[in-house]
């Protein structure tokens, strides 16, 4: 496989981390995009550790920050991996709008927007790659995750058409869907609700939502799989247009969308009970 020039975002912790420091000991040219200064000295040190700080350049880039994003698109790049993205959790039908919002600012539209001037390059000269982390979340639903559900559900729209009208350009599009990954994103997406909710003001029953919360932390996987296999796929210039871990995650998405046609209006989804 050829020495490929690949921008990730998002890429100061978890997945987004690990897969960098990963395609750099894979002799790839790795520019990682760090959210914020301090995380760029820590992955400075983690890939002097690893050996691979010749592979990999790292920049400051939060995609919301016009400086930040008119500089990365001063890099010529074979690759670009969509990483960076937030959650909010609470329920939706009393979520400040605000924070829905703030969700689909990161992970839909300021994920496209960054990616549109990579695109315009790639287009003239035939050739290019463009990976979305997407989620299982963008497959299906959980509650008290509807703010990031919908992110990831319309993200997959928009990804699934630059597909249908980048492919007979010349350029590969996929999406990576994750489980639920043990790298500490979850249980902080899980945790803010208890910045604006108060149970004395809404009607949520405080309980459900910790039990959702206790569920998810207790339902984690160790993110190494994760991250091997984004090792083993960005690279790539044909493989599926879906890569969705754990595997079993592959019949549980394609069970919740079916089971949206059978469902009646009044009935409560099976997987929810």
């Known amino acids: 496989m050829s020495k490929k ?44 550790k690893a050996g691979v700080e010749d592979n990999l350049e790292i920049i400051k880039l939060d995609i919301l920050d016009l400086m930040d994003c008119q500089k990365a698109w001063q890099y010529d790049i074979d690759i670009l991996v969509n990483n960076a993205g937030i959650g909010h959790s609470g329920p939706v039908s009393e979520m400040p709008v605000g924070l829905v919002r703030e969700v689909m600012e990161t992970n839909v539209f300021s994920a496209l927007e960054f990616s549109q001037p990579f695109i315009r390059k790639m287009v003239d000269r035939g050739t290019g790659k463009l990976v979305f982390v997407s989620s299982v979340a963008g497959l299906t639903t959980s509650p008290y995750l509807g703010a990031y559900n919908a992110s990831k559900h319309a993200l997959e729209a928009i990804v699934q058409s630059l597909r249908d009208e980048l492919t007979p350009m010349g350029l590969t599009v996929a999406t990576i869907n994750p489980g639920p990954y043990d790298t500490g994103f979850n249980d902080r997406m899980y945790d803010n609700y208890a910045q604006w909710f108060d149970e004395n003001l809404h ?48 019949e549980k998405c394609k069970s919740y969308q079916e089971t949206q046609y059978d469902l009646k209006s009044d009935a409560i989804d099976p997987s929810k009970k």
């Open 203 to 250: 009607f949520t029953p405080l309980k459900k939502i910790e039990e959702a919360a206790k569920f998810m932390a207790e339902h984690q996987f160790d993110p190494k799989e994760m991250i091997d296999r984004m090792i083993e796929v960005i690279p790539q210039d044909s493989h599926d247009f879906r890569t969705i871990l754990p595997n079993d995650f592959v």
């Open 5 to 48: 020039t690949i921008l990730i975002t998002g890429a100061g912790s978890g997945l987004g981390k690990g897969t960098a420091l990963g395609l750099a000991a894979k002799n790839h040219k790795v520019i990682a995009g760090v959210h914020k200064w301090e995380q760029k000295s820590r992955l400075l040190e983690d890939a002097k």
